[in-house]
């Protein structure tokens, strides 16, 4: 419930992807090697959003069986909040890896753009 949620606002990679593709000024070795991290990235955040989805279904499966707040709807949702953070800790492994291919005034304005995505409040 509260994952749909926190996905209504623009992902932060979004934004990202959009300073770095458009603001940054990329060389063709950095656009190759970012456009190579992203499809990677791609593949994996998929796989953690369908688990998310199972997650989901685990939930709404336990609230259907319980009635309640039961051991069983905690349990699903502990599970929802593991799969949560690798989806978290993949985004971020994902975003250090672009960094990294970016040159020093580049990644400075890349992690201005982060630390912005990631304390703009909700509207």
């Known amino acids: 419930m509260g994952r749909s949620y926190i996905v ?7 934004e990202l992807h959009q300073l770095l593709h458009e603001k940054l000024d990329l ?8 456009e190579a991290l ?14 998310l989805r199972a997650d989901n279904a685990r939930l709404a499966q336990a609230i259907q069986t319980e009635r309640g707040y039961g051991p069983q709807v905690s349990a699903a949702i502990d599970r929802s909040h593991q799969a949560m953070g690798e989806l978290q800790k993949a985004t971020l492994e994902h975003i250090f890896a672009m960094r990294s291919v970016l040159r020093p005034e580049q990644a400075a304005r890349f992690d201005d753009a982060v630390v912005k995505a990631l304390t703009v409040e909700a509207k």
Do not use: M, N
Request: aromatic share 4%; hydrophobic share 30%; net charge negative.
């Open 8 to 14: 209504q606002h623009p992902p932060v990679e979004s």
């Open 38 to 51: 992203e499809a990677q990235f791609a593949i994996q955040r998929q796989a953690l959003e369908l688990e």
């Open 27 to 34: 060389d063709s070795g950095q656009e190759t090697k970012i």
